[in-house]
């Protein structure tokens, strides 16, 4: 029986209205629907009915709520009492994170969700999208913040919100004055690139560009890639987050050029509550973000 599917009927047979029920749940409505169709055909049964434009519970349904209820306050109680429990095993949060995504957003709520469970503790992976996504797939990573989705359907994603981009350039360059560059002016300078991408190379991004990319250089560490541009050896595209001061580099935004992140979950896993819990509470704060 899958967990979540049992939350979101608990949800849904409150409001007893899907759209409703959806945004608490922080997820489509096809998604619900499709969810609630699941668990009736596993069951057997009906749960909802429809009268007019809304829906109620059927007799079923009223049956079933109480039963699942007193489930998921059993689960809350035994959850609530191993985090009491300071001789219980400490709840390890495996997340992976987009290479530049870890902005002080995320640390932030790293930090309070540690100050407000003793027992949690986060093993964070760094890496591209897809590896990330086969990290989740393989069930080594519970969720992971990434900068793409796929049609594997064994995968979940909730957007997030979108980050910026700018470019690094030498001070002194002709380009530092402008206002903001569009793709096609960053894509003639020589580029420093970072060895896993945002998503695709600059250069497919700024399609339709008279020139193509000249990569000079590839780098792990934004840091390293700054100390590249202030030696003049050539531009880099980074997100605004990790354009942090640095002698001899100037930074001008990217006009028109973001980068959507969304939160990846392996679809039907079930979770541990703690775990559960981290990921509204960053799914939530992330997409206030980038409102």
């Not at 992976?96 to 930090?111: M, Q, R």
């Not at 530092?176 to 600059?202: C, D, G, H, W």
């Not at 979770?271 to 819990?277: M, Q, V």
Request: one cysteine or more.
């Amino acid at each position: 029986m899958n967990y979540n599917y049992l939350r979101y009927f608990s949800v849904l047979a409150q409001l007893e209205h899907y759209t409703l029920a959806a945004a608490r749940l922080g997820i489509s409505q096809p998604s619900l629907s499709s969810a609630i169709h699941h668990l009736e055909t596993e069951l057997g049964v009906q749960l909802f009915e429809k009268v007019g434009r809304n829906i109620r519970l059927t007799e079923e349904g009223r049956f079933y709520q109480e039963k699942v209820e007193a489930a998921l306050n059993e689960l809350n109680q035994a959850s609530m009492t191993l985090r009491e429990s300071k001789t219980s095993a400490p709840v390890i949060i495996r997340m992976g994170i987009v290479s530049g995504a870890l902005d002080g957003t995320v640390a932030k709520e790293i930090k309070d969700y540690l100050c407000q469970n003793e027992r949690i503790r986060f093993r964070l992976t760094e890496s591209s999208a897809e590896e990330l996504m086969d990290l989740v797939r393989a069930e080594k990573l519970d969720m992971a913040i990434v900068d793409t989705t796929n049609r594997d359907r064994s995968l979940h994603f909730r957007k997030l919100g979108q980050k910026n981009f700018c470019v690094a350039l030498p001070q002194g360059h002709p380009l530092e004055k402008e206002a903001a560059l569009t793709p096609q002016q960053v894509l003639r300078e020589p580029q420093i690139v970072f060895n896993y991408e945002m998503e695709n190379s600059f250069g497919q991004w700024a399609s339709g560009a008279a020139a193509e990319e000249q990569v000079v250089c590839t780098v792990n560490t934004a840091r390293s890639a700054l100390s590249l541009v202030a030696a003049g050896v050539g531009a880099c595209v980074l997100s605004e987050e990790a354009a942090f001061p640095h002698p001899g580099v100037t930074f001008v935004p990217i006009d028109n050029w973001h980068q959507a992140l969304y939160m990846c979950i392996l679809y039907d896993k079930w979770l541990e509550p703690p775990i559960w819990g981290f990921v509204e509470i960053l799914v939530k704060q992330l997409r206030k973000q980038g409102q």
